[in-house]
């Protein structure tokens, strides 16, 4: 079975605008997270989507936000983007059932902010 | 924050046995220890996960204090390959939002 996917896997933008993300989550998996990992933060969670909804969010600005489609992909954006946003950005899904919610990882997307 | 306390770094000798220890004496009955690693700017790799008792799989072993206030995650043979981040987080078993709280880990570096 076919892991988790990200694409794209490297990114450059400037200051001020804004970028998409994609994860596509293992086949089957209902549940997709998202992190920022920095130098300074460590991993932090931005965002969970399970059946199209957003359930839970971590502590970051509006600038970040993300929806669900019905196929289960995801994607994450984030507008006027800021220096403070490079980072590797992970995503990560699950089944998301009352016995199995280990999470598996994809390879991430690495932004870079100039 | 992190419920889990982990030393910052060890160093283990290739072929030998990694014992990577973890606080979380602040745990919830119905919270499992999971462990997950990172390689260098890769995503994290799910490693293991248990509740009360002792867990073995492919990867490793995860031993549980009776008390549940400590685990450690065992690599019986290490090589290079393990040299990683390890992380430990404790999490609700069921009905969790997918919300892990990574704290800092361990960078374990195998040497030959």
């Known amino acids: 079975k076919a892991g988790v996917t990200q694409t794209p896997r490297y990114l450059i933008k400037t200051r001020g605008q804004q970028v998409t993300l994609s994860c596509s989550p293992i086949s089957g998996h209902r549940s997709v997270s998202w992190y920022q990992q920095t130098p300074g933060q460590g991993l932090q969670f931005l965002f969970e989507?399970?059946?199209?909804?957003?359930?839970n969010k971590g502590n970051f600005p509006g600038r970040f936000s993300g929806r669900q489609f019905s196929n289960s992909r995801s994607e994450m954006n984030v507008s006027t983007l800021e220096l403070g946003d490079s980072a590797l950005y992970l995503c990560?899904?699950?089944?998301?059932?009352?016995?199995?919610?280990?999470?598996?990882f994809g390879p991430g997307t690495r932004l870079l902010v100039l | 924050d992190a419920k889990t306390t982990q030393p910052p770094s060890m160093d283990c000798a290739e072929g030998r046995a990694a014992n990577l220890p973890c606080n979380h004496s602040?745990?919830?009955?119905?919270?499992?220890v999971y462990w997950y690693r990172q390689i260098h700017s890769q995503g994290p790799q799910y490693i293991i996960h248990g509740l009360k008792n002792n867990e073995t799989n492919e990867m490793a072993s995860l031993i549980i204090t009776e008390d549940r206030k400590s685990s450690t995650l065992i690599l019986p043979h290490a090589t290079l390959r393990d040299t990683a981040v390890y992380y430990c987080i404790v999490r609700v078993a069921f009905g969790n939002t997918g919300k892990l709280i990574f704290g800092q880990g361990t960078t374990l570096q195998v040497k030959p």
């Open positions: 989507y399970f059946s199209e909804t957003q359930r």
């Open positions: 602040t745990i919830s009955g119905n919270e499992y």
């Open positions: 990560a899904s699950s089944l998301a059932t009352s016995r199995q919610e280990t999470q598996y």
